[in-house]
């Protein structure tokens, strides 16, 4: 390299490339800037369709994008795959495990959130969160290979605990979650065993509190109720879960056997606030200034899952895909701008566009502002949004005509059972024994 | 159940949901017989396009299909979700692991072949078959993650050798793979890094014979070679290999430093010649006569890969899907005929509709009796007839969009790293160390 007379670029290193971090990099790609773009996973993922991954209607990779073919024609943009494990806040570098120090001159953390069990490790242990795509595939290979493990049984009461599936928390992971378990087992399941009845297997969804869909009107939360109960959902508001095993879960003093049990309770944000030794917010989160830079750090910034700040109305910004998006485009326009040396912009002000949340077929909730949907209008609109939002032209395109086929046929494209073929041993250690397939 | 005066139906049973065993079982659906299809997996698989999944073309689900939903219609019909472990051929039982044993008066052997090492246990653990979505699937995040961890590794040696791959075999699974990686280091991936250049990635393809696709023509294999080259594919050919570990291979007195070995050269049938206790023919396949029965049992039958047979020419029959397939038919035509009490039909004739092999972008060869074709009409063939053969509308409808998107773009669409977020401590164990990303 030859002594250059321009001044050096500006390092931006920025850590996670979900909505937010993806967003951030996007508004950078093609500027003077030295971007380096950190992520655990070579994908960026579509978080909002990761339940159909989890319930087999849709596959992995309909709804990831490899970070690196986005920024493949900007040269400004470097992808590493790999895990920041700290800050070095003086110094100003981002440590990268087994692979190195990277030094920044702005840091953008976008580390999101990750499942919490609030403090239960041995209930982390026994059921399973989504958050990334293994998440997904580990309950998909997990409810399928209940119902196949079931098949081979003849012990009524452990029929009876692979056949019940426990969903905990009642947000719209959880709706989803219990939703999409219902209809797969009433619809797509129902005629394909010979010795259980697939169309009776219990689901159940618990929530601490009195209502579900919390964040929405109240009733949006009774007609999700009413047609998640429809579906053959058991509902349990008011329900706090006590305990957590590899065979159930206590809730509210009731005992419910359950060989699968998912978490869609809690999340808590990555470790960023600890990382540069601040006292974080509710849920880990980084308290974020106007423009969402860190306070006492002016050239730290903090978006989507991370942070916390209050929205318009005083209450903190929800976690969603679009807090994230919309936060990871103004920061990348502010330091765009700080490059270019112009004055500070104004601060960060969210753009509420509404929320929706899926319960089932023809079965959805809407809020747009004054305007509330339920039903099929609703069900329309999210599939619409959310194909406008996935990523990728091929991704759209093999989605849709992936939803087409599901709601002509009932049927999952994605039933798939892979690495673990032998239930016995891999997926239910404790259910071996008693059995008399000679009977069949 | 109170006693009914017909006659106990005919119980069958299929170990093996392969092209052989599953057009057995269709062809008994609806008959009076009692089915019982037992696989390890709960899908059944499109083979021919597994190097695409491997690669990153293709999705499991796209090539996958859930072996109940096929039978969903058919009460006689019973999926058996399990691993077939021996035969009691005097009993007449089957034994399923975990599960139980299964009662048979006709058996159908459909167990197809698996990958061999020719007894070299610890070849087996340092390189990669191509035989289930595990393998395909794992494969993929092996090949992935090695262009990842060269990106941000310093040693030069350490760069190469993962920059480095090596096939072993040079049959149409061999060529395919060498085809499709060197087509995708130098195309999907060539922009996407900034510390390598994928495109110099080396693709070695060895080959113990002294031509690539032994089974074809000559100017055949001839012009897979040129394209192979053509593709930047080094070939060793009359390299017979004498040894495998986990940092490369020896073949022919040659060392070759790679951190990814795909093992295409050779399958055996699975043990169904030990269960029965019959002497094994080649590759402990079990020989059949001529109405594919086995010697001295009248009740059992050998179909596919698992068994050996004479074809027309007087060779062995080839182990393809189309042998397969034809051999479930008539199988399961034979015995819906024996069933009815009808005379035992004609002895099992084989109808060869030519073969095809994918080298690339268009580049295929094809041999249908005296034509032979090349290049983009034996390309486009070979797309047509894999689309035409893959079962189900979904699968074919996204197959389809997914090739015209890659043709378009030069993109690949599942290019997920899923499951080992972190390549130094799960992929390559012995590769942490030297690094220096303090210089980027």
Redesign the interface.
């Known amino acids: 390299m030859q002594p250059s007379l321009r001044p050096a670029p500006v390092r931006i290193v920025i850590i996670g490339a979900g909505f937010g971090g993806l967003y951030a990099a996007r508004r950078l790609a093609g500027t003077t800037a030295d971007v ?1 773009l950190i992520d ?4 960026h993922l579509f978080q909002p369709l990761l339940y159909q991954v989890a319930t087999a209607a849709l ?4 709804i ?1 994008t ?1 970070i ?2 986005v920024f ?2 900007f ?1 400004n943009i ?6 920041a494990t700290g800050i070095d806040a003086v110094a100003r570098t981002v440590a ?8 920044y001159d702005i840091l953008v953390l976008a580390t999101g959130a990750s499942t919490s069990w609030f403090g239960h490790d041995e209930w982390a242990k026994a059921s399973i969160g989504l958050k990334s ?2 998440d997904a ?1 580990t309950i998909r290979r997990r409810v ?1 290979g209940a119902f ?1 493990w079931a ?2 049984r003849r012990d009524p009461v452990e029929v009876d605990r692979l056949m019940t599936f426990v969903v905990v928390g009642g947000g719209p992971t959880g709706v989803e979650l219990a939703g999409s378990i219902a209809e797969l087992a009433r619809s797509t ?1 129902a ?4 010795h259980i009845k697939a169309a009776e297997a219990r689901v159940i969804l618990c929530d601490a509190g009195p209502r579900l869909l919390a964040s929405f009107p109240e009733p949006l939360s009774r007609y999700a109720a009413s047609r998640l109960q429809r579906l053959g959902v058991e509902l349990r508001l008011n329900a706090a879960v006590e305990q957590v095993t590899d065979d159930g879960i206590t809730a509210a003093g009731e005992r419910i056997d359950s060989a699968t049990v998912l978490w869609a309770a809690g999340v808590a944000a990555q470790p960023a606030a600890a990382w540069i030794g601040i006292k974080p917010g509710p849920h880990g989160t980084l308290p974020v200034a106007a423009d969402l830079s860190v306070p006492g750090y002016p050239e730290i910034f903090a978006i989507g899952d991370v942070m916390t700040r209050p929205g318009p109305d005083g209450k903190p910004l929800p976690g969603l895909a679009t807090v994230a998006k919309q936060q990871g485009r103004y920061v990348g326009a502010l330091i765009a701008g700080r490059i270019r040396g112009r004055q500070p912009s104004s601060p960060f002000r969210y753009r509420d566009w509404g929320s929706l949340a899926i319960i089932g077929r023809s079965a959805a909730v809407a809020e747009f502002g004054r305007i509330r949907l339920k039903g099929t209008s609703a069900w329309l609109t999210w599939g619409a949004v959310h194909l406008t939002l996935l990523m990728g ?3 759209r ?2 989605v849709y ?2 939803w087409i ?1 599901s709601w002509l ?1 009932w ?1 999952r ?7 673990s ?5 891999t997926l239910f250690r404790e259910t ?1 024994g008693a ?4 009977e ?1």
Chains 1, 2 share one sequence.
């Open positions: 380096t655990r996973e070579n994908h596959s992995s990779s309909d990831a490899p690196r073919s493949a024609r040269p470097r992808v590493v795959m790999g895990e990268v495990r087994d692979t190195g120090d990277f030094p795509l293994e595939e399928l196949e098949e081979s399941l005629r394909d065993f010979r032209m091929r991704n395109a093999v005509v992936t086929w046929t049927g494209g994605a039933r798939l059972i892979i690495g073929r032998y239930p016995a041993t071996v059995n008399a397939a000679q069949h």
